[in-house]
């Protein structure tokens, strides 16, 4: 059963960082190619990277490149999204994402929260 963990998501000031983690289990992590997307209130779910299976190629939402980092750790089973100089536009519902046997899994999402 594809289990997708995410943690790491709070409120944090207008130029502020923080670090989303998403542990995943119950597939082989290191084959897939794994994804963050984020959902705003009253908005549709967008991608906002992608990240290979050995974490050479990333890919980036234009509204996040230079701010935010994908990267992975096939070792823990983890792939992390590292945010930084974060603008109030960026709050949103973040969700880890990956396909498997053809089927999207997603995990339960991790509110990042950007205000003053």
């Known amino acids: 059963q594809v289990q997708l963990v995410e943690s790491g998501g709070g409120l944090v000031q207008p130029g502020g960082s923080l670090t989303l983690s998403c542990e995943a289990s119950?597939?082989?992590?290191?084959?897939?190619?794994m994804a963050w997307h984020r959902q705003a209130p009253e908005k549709e779910r967008e991608l906002v990277a992608s990240?290979?299976?050995?974490?050479?190629?990333?890919n980036y939402a234009d509204s996040v490149k230079g701010r935010f980092t994908i990267s992975r750790d096939n070792t823990k089973n983890t792939v992390y999204l590292q945010m930084n100089s974060l603008k109030p536009e960026d709050t949103a519902v973040y969700y880890c994402?990956?396909?498997?046997?053809?089927?999207?899994?997603w995990g339960q999402g991790t509110q990042v929260t950007v205000s003053s």
């Open positions: 990240i290979g299976i050995t974490g050479y190629y990333t």
């Open positions: 119950g597939f082989a992590f290191s084959t897939r190619l």
């Open positions: 994402n990956t396909l498997v046997d053809g089927r999207n899994s």
